[in-house]
T-cell receptor, first 115, second 111 residues
Framework: EAQVTQNPRYLITVTGKKLTVTCSQN?????MSWYRQDPGLGLRQIYY???????DKGDVPEGYKVSRKEKRNFPLILESPSPNQTSLYFC??????????????FGEGSRLTVL | RKEVEQDPGPFNVPEGATVAFNCTYS??????FFWYRQDCRKEPKLLMS???SGNEDGRFTAQLNRASQYISLLIRDSKLSDSATYLC????????????FGTGTRLKVLA
């Protein structure tokens, strides 16, 4: 089954304790992206990757890191989480086609609470 | 001004009603347009892409007006299962692969 898998789905942590949210897709998609969703603000892009070893900042990259060592995986790293990073996080992927009309496939989301 | 703006609703409509949502975008160079559906606390899923000529998928019709920079979604014969949040999504010119999401319009279909 084609899917994007995120882990963990739910996490409560404390300020400053490094954490990683994993994202894996089995559709051989070149493009992967991380979003956070907050009430009243919609989904905002954190980082995206066009292909292996190619990453770039989205609209709200501060406090986050990513890596793309393999095509299928795109982990999101919070080196020193703070309470303002409490949010619902989504990973998404799509094919990198010549025409920018591709559907984004989302993971089920990871709800993170930083105390 | 937000890059993509939607009326947050909620729109409460009876079963069988026709309901329409609008969405405006600010970047005239925007290339692609979509409507996504998001159920409570779940991941967004593509409902339909929006083409310049307008397009229809069953009870759903999407329209694009580039001159006025808005897109619309019309739902006919509303079902209880249509209750969800509808996200307007706009992508910027090729090469950036950036998707801008509206904050969503909540629809509740009442029995």
């Amino acid at each position: 089954e084609a899917q994007v898998t995120q882990n963990p789905r739910y996490l409560i942590t404390v300020t400053g304790k490094k954490l990683t949210v994993t994202c894996s897709q089995n559709m051989n998609h070149e493009y992967m992206s991380w979003y956070r969703q907050d009430p009243g603000l919609g989904l905002r892009q954190i980082y995206y990757s066009m292909n292996v070893e190619v990453t770039d900042k989205g609209d709200v990259p501060e406090g986050y890191k990513v890596s793309r060592k393999e095509k299928r995986n795109f982990p999101l790293i919070l080196e020193s989480p703070s309470p303002n990073q409490t949010s619902l996080y989504f990973c998404a992927s799509r094919l990198k086609t010549g025409v920018n009309t591709g559907e984004l496939f989302f993971g089920e989301g990871s709800r993170l609470t930083v105390l | 001004r937000k890059e993509v703006e939607q009326d947050p609703g909620p729109f409460n409509v009876p079963e069988g009603a026709t309901v329409a949502f609008n969405c405006t975008y600010s970047n005239s160079a925007s290339q692609s347009f979509f409507w996504y559906r998001q159920d409570c606390r779940k991941e967004p899923k593509l409902l339909m892409s929006v083409y310049s000529s307008g397009n229809e998928d069953g009870r759903f019709t999407a329209q694009l007006n580039r001159a006025s920079q808005y897109i619309s979604l019309l739902i006919r014969d509303s079902k209880l299962s249509d209750s969800a949040t509808y996200l307007c999504v706009v992508s910027t010119p090729p090469g950036t692969y950036k998707y801008i999401f509206g904050t969503g319009t909540r629809l509740k279909v009442l029995a």
